[in-house]
Antibody, heavy 120, light 112 residues
Framework: QVQLQESGPGLVKPSETLSLICTVSGGSLNNYFWSWLRQPAGKGLEWIGRIHSDGGTNVNPSFESRISLSVDTSNNHFSLKLISVTAADTAVYYC??????????????WGQGNFVTVSS | DVEMTQSPLSLPVTLGQPASISCRSSQDLVYLDGDTYLHWFHQRPGQSPRRLIYKVSNRDSGVPDRFSGSGSGTDFTLKISRVEAEDVGVYYCLQGTHWPRTFGQGTKLEIK
């Protein structure tokens, strides 16, 4: 059973960079796309972007100018950086296994979530 | 962006009774491979979403057979044949066909 675990700071100051890592266990990163999503408290889910094990990415245009995605297959993790954060970026951030090339998004396995507050 | 519209947004149900949630998309969700990437998720308070149904009508492993999905094109439905206490929470549909991926607003199921 594939398991994902987000890690990163719970508090980030406005205008700074939010950095999260998602570590995958019980399976390999290889040959899959891996997504980041977020959910503000009491609200719905928003897809941020995804990265393939070969480094290829797809990003939500809402985040395009602010995000950086990376993958480290040797350590079985992938990462999200979101720059110039504001209070509007306060949310639970999730990582999820997205799907394979040749198929569209499936989002079958999710992490437990990492709550990030943006505040000074 | 493809808009995903769920109804109702609030669903009070008596234990043992059926429940139905609608999800309508602003564009057809058939992908290049001919499959329709419309999925359903259940989220309990304080937990991450769990996928129940993938590609319209396929139940995930361990999902009770009281859950079923149907639909095509732009119109989809999640049905629970007999609601149990563990079914409370919020249900979301997700379209995985078009960019960017988008979710419905969520339907909160509660027990009357």
């Amino acid at each position: 059973q594939v398991q994902l675990q987000e890690s990163g700071p719970g508090l980030v100051k406005p205008s700074e960079t939010l950095s999260l890592i998602c570590t995958v266990s019980g399976g390999s990163l290889n040959n899959y796309f891996w997504s980041w999503l977020r959910q503000p408290a009491g609200k719905g889910l928003e897809w941020i972007g995804r990265i393939h094990s070969d480094g290829g990415t797809n990003v939500n245009p809402s985040f395009e100018s602010r995000i950086s995605l990376s993958v480290d297959t040797s350590n079985n993790h992938f990462s999200l950086k979101l720059i110039s954060v504001t209070a509007a970026d306060t949310a639970v951030y999730y990582c999820a296994r997205d799907g394979m090339k040749g198929e569209a998004t499936l989002m079958d396995f999710w992490g437990q979530g990492n709550f990030v507050t943006v505040s000074s | 962006d493809v808009e995903m519209t769920q109804s109702p947004l609030s669903l009070p149900v008596t234990l043992g009774q059926p429940a139905s949630i609608s999800c309508r998309s602003s564009q057809d969700l058939v992908y290049l491979d001919g499959d329709t990437y419309l999925h359903w998720f259940h989220q309990r308070p304080g937990q991450s979403p769990r996928r129940l149904i993938y590609k319209v009508s396929n139940r995930d492993s361990g999902v009770p057979d009281r859950f079923s999905g149907s639909g095509s094109g732009t119109d989809f439905t999640l049905k629970i044949s007999r609601v149990e206490a563990e079914d409370v929470g919020v249900y979301y549909c997700l379209q995985g066909t078009h960019w960017p991926r988008t979710f419905g607003q969520g339907t909160k199921l509660e027990i009357k």
